[in-house]
């Protein structure tokens, strides 16, 4: 509360300065501004740059109408490109790190053109509005460039391991069912589904909405340590395809019927991923659970 009170200190701080000014001026799209403060920062915002800023917007009333300056966290976008003028986009051309200035802006042109929505109530439409700028930081396109360099050679690093996982996934399960002799049916994902006990009764599989109860004991594919099983006498009961479970299960038990036991053989990529689970559960582990769901 005390930041927010003093958050909306300064803004009023702020336009009782700008008020103060000398008088507006103009550039040669007709612009009009107030520089309030004229900060030490030396980098003006430009294409493909990023600009942090917060602001407020009074109609021709003098009535705020909407306010971020109690935020403490600023608006952040890609330095926007001037397709008309005069404009806040302009505007913003104006301002380095730190500055802060009062833009007239016509209301119809500011909420169809760069808003992208209707006129709120409390502006007349064809009125001009003042809209309060107070700059944040300013990236620098060279800046913004570096940075995606990076995130995309994190990326290309990520599919590179996730590859590799990928394959050795692979390679661990069809080694399981080679060894114990199982033959199973894929899933979409790549997950394994091998009946142990077959419901003949019903031609139903389970599908996606559907809530079902099953038993089961989770074991660490490579390893064979269990992990977690249900209480003796319980069932564990989820809507399938809904996100409540791991990838693995509701993409497996959607090849199931009710009635039916099986074991689900999960890669790490549908299970726990990087991330793992706890220390019961290793970073990018394949899994194996042996299910059995109610009728």
């Not at 300064?10 to 501004?33: P, Q, R, V, W």
């Not at 090849?255 to 099986?262: D, F, H, I, N, T």
């Amino acid at each position: 509360m005390l930041k927010k009170s003093l958050s909306l200190l300064a803004g009023a701080f702020l336009i009782a300065s700008i008020t103060s000014c000398n008088k507006f001026k103009k550039t040669d799209s007709g612009l009009e501004y107030q520089i309030a403060k004229d900060s030490t920062g030396e980098v003006y915002p430009e294409k493909g740059g990023f600009i942090t800023f917060w602001f407020e917007i009074k109609n021709d009333k003098d009535s705020t109408i909407d306010s971020q300056f109690a935020d403490p966290n600023p608006v952040g976008i890609p330095t926007p490109e001037i397709s008309y003028q005069p404009s806040i986009e302009e505007a913003f051309r104006l301002l380095t790190e730190g500055d802060s200035a009062i833009f007239v802006l016509n209301s119809d042109s500011l909420y169809s053109k760069t808003f992208h929505r209707p006129i709120p109530a409390g502006i007349v439409p064809g009125s001009n509005v003042k809209m309060i700028v107070r700059m944040g930081k300013v990236y620098t396109k060279k800046f913004v460039d570096s940075v995606m360099v990076v995130q995309e050679q994190q990326q290309k690093n990520q599919m590179v391991e996730e590859g590799i996982v990928y394959t050795k996934d692979s390679i661990e399960i069809q080694n399981y069912l080679k060894k114990n002799n199982l033959k199973g049916q894929a899933t979409i994902g790549g997950a394994y589904v091998v009946k142990l006990k077959e419901n003949k009764s019903t031609d139903i599989f389970i599908a996606p909405l559907d809530t079902i109860q099953t038993t089961y004991v989770g074991k660490l594919l490579i390893e064979g340590t269990e992990f977690d099983k249900s209480p003796a006498g319980e069932y564990f009961t989820f809507v399938v395809g809904m996100g409540q479970v791991i990838k693995g299960w509701d993409q497996g038990f959607q090849k199931l019927k009710r009635g039916e036991k099986a074991l689900l053989i999960i890669p790490s990529r549908l299970a726990y991923g990087s991330r793992g689970a706890g220390g019961a559960i290793p970073p990018n582990s394949p899994l194996v659970f042996e299910v059995e769901v109610k009728k």
